[in-house]
């Protein structure tokens, strides 16, 4: 069974201090992950996804097969950045599958 | 903590036939429902938000009179495709948010939609 665990539901940190939203995963094969974002009033939106190994926004995240994880980091935080963070799995089958989300906030 | 249901989880029907999708907040009342569609290899895609008691609100592209969406309570939204196509076929999933909830979304499990 697919399951997504994101043990944090709330985040505080400091402006420019590094930050790190948890995700861990339950799947039997190669999952294809994604982190969403959603900022106050606006819709959810993709933010990075493992397989383009990008950096959007200063975040990156990293699949560790091996600790079944895939958390998303910022090594400098900003105030933008305070929003609804959602952990997302997409199996053999596609259906995609959403942690409880984290809420970041950033303060000043 | 807050549980969103969805069924079918998995339904097959005939081209030109209709299908309902229930959406279900089980342990808090959704004053805010949406409904995404997943293409293969793709992220989700918005294709509605319904709130209570109100006309749904559609995407720019999404057809309003194909994808029927109704949120008749505080606990239930459907989403019925109607004369559904093989196009239509995708995995369709909702979410669910409260005012209390600080705009959080609860997300149901999916349901896959294969037309024939």
């Known amino acids: 069974a697919q399951r997504v665990t994101q043990p944090e539901k709330l985040l505080s940190v400091f402006k420019g201090a590094p930050v790190e939203l948890k995700c861990n995963y339950s799947?039997?094969?190669?999952?294809?992950l994604f982190w969403y974002v959603q900022y106050s009033r606006q819709r959810l939106q993709l933010l990075l996804r493992?397989?383009s190994r990008e950096s959007i926004k200063g975040f990156t995240a990293d699949l560790n097969k091996g600790e079944t994880s895939f958390h998303l980091k910022k090594p400098f935080a900003q105030e933008e950045d305070s929003a609804m963070y959602y952990c997302?799995?997409?199996?053999?089958?596609?259906?995609?599958?959403f942690g409880a989300g984290t809420r970041l906030t950033v303060k000043p | 903590g807050a549980v969103v249901s969805q069924h079918p989880s998995r339904v097959i029907c005939k081209s030109g036939t209709s299908v309902k999708i229930e959406c279900r907040s089980l342990?808090?009342?959704?004053?805010?429902m949406f409904w995404y569609r997943q293409f293969p290899k793709q992220s989700l895609m918005l294709m509605a938000t319904?709130?209570?008691?109100?006309?749904?609100?559609?995407e720019q592209g999404v057809e309003k009179d194909k994808f029927l969406i109704n949120h008749a309570s505080l606990t239930l939204s459907t989403l019925t495709v109607t004369s559904a196509h093989p196009e239509d076929s995708s995995f369709y999933i909702c979410?669910?948010?409260?005012?209390?909830?600080?705009?959080?979304?609860?997300f149901g499990p999916g349901t896959r939609l294969l037309v024939l």
């Open positions: 997302a799995l997409s199996g053999r089958s596609n259906d995609m599958r």
């Open positions: 319904s709130n209570e008691g109100s006309k749904a609100t559609y």
């Open positions: 799947y039997s094969g190669s999952p294809e």
């Open positions: 979410s669910a948010s409260s005012t209390g909830g600080g705009e959080t979304q609860y």
């Open positions: 342990d808090f009342q959704a004053t805010t």
């Open positions: 493992h397989i």
